[in-house]
Structures are given as structure tokens and as C-alpha cells.
């Protein structure tokens, strides 16, 4: 069902381990792209990062790079 709104979604830290999240930033962006299409498939179009750094993924998916919800939106 399309159109869900996730507010709590974290675009850095959720396939990485916490050893992971520390190590390679390349890596860390690519399962961030990889996650925002999955949550895109999952039906989720609007997404809150909550403090992440979603600048660059929020722009690749704008710019049609990466497939991910149309709307993130990184707090402040």
C-alpha cells in the first residue's frame, strides 16, 4: 500500500552492524541506498530521518540516482 509515512526512520543505521557503522562511509552509503529502496518497495513514500546524515541520499534520490521514498526529511 503505498503512501505510508514512516517519523522515525534512521538512513545510516539500519543494515549496518555497530562496527560497521563506524568503519567504511562508501559502504555505509551504499546500504543506505540499498535500505531507501527497500522501504520505498515496502510502500513507505515519506520518511523522518531522526539525526542521521541524509543529505546525500536525500539528493540522489531527487536527482533519480537511487530509488527511495520522495520525501526525506533530515531533522534539524
Known amino acids: 500500500m503505498p503512501g505510508l509515512i514512516d517519523n522515525h526512520w534512521h538512513t545510516m543505521l539500519i543494515r ?3 562496527a ?3 568503519g567504511d562511509v562508501g559502504y555505509n552509503n551504499l ?3 540499498a535500505e531507501a529502496t527497500d522501504t520505498l518497495m515496502r510502500g513507505f513514500t515519506t520518511v523522518r530521518d531522526l ?3 541524509a ?3 536525500k539528493s540522489a534520490i531527487d ?3 537511487v530509488k527511495g521514498p520522495a520525501s526525506i526529511h533530515p531533522a534539524p
Do not use: D, V
Request: charged share 5%; proline share 11%.
Open 63 to 65: 536527482e533519480g540516482i
Open 55 to 57: 543529505f546525500g541520499l
Open 16 to 18: 549496518p552492524t555497530q
Open 31 to 33: 546500504t543506505a541506498g
Open 20 to 22: 560497521q557503522a563506524f
Open 51 to 53: 539525526g542521521g546524515p
